[in-house]
């Protein structure tokens, strides 16, 4: 079993600030608390087994479901996984591969 290292990318730290704002906004905490407790156990899973998640196609980034509405991009280098990304499946799928070229740069 591996041990990956796990670093967020600045993109990847805001969008989960919106996402929570988001949130918060919207229901409650106990929402929000359900909801990073489910990134934090996806995490956990990437630790051990950072290729868990299918590479989306044509890229070189994986897609991670989180919730129904939820997904984590990221990349693997070597013994680190590079977060990318949080992101709100009900968005733009243009936008999507605009922010997450951004986010691997």
Request: proline share 4%; charged share 25%; hydrophobic share 40%.
């Amino acid at each position: 079993m591996r041990n990956n290292r796990i670093v967020w990318t600045p993109i990847a730290i805001n969008s989960l600030r919106e996402i929570k704002k988001f949130v918060l906004e919207q229901w409650s905490q106990d929402v929000l608390d359900y909801l990073l407790d489910l990134v934090d156990k996806r995490i956990h899973q990437l630790r051990s087994n950072p290729e868990m998640a299918p590479i989306v196609e044509k890229t070189q980034y994986r897609k991670l479901i989180i919730h129904k509405n939820i997904s984590l991009f990221y990349v693997n280098e070597n013994s680190l996984t590079k977060i990318l990304l949080i992101w709100d499946n009900r968005q733009s799928p243009e936008k999507l591969y605009k922010v997450l070229t951004t986010a691997d740069q």
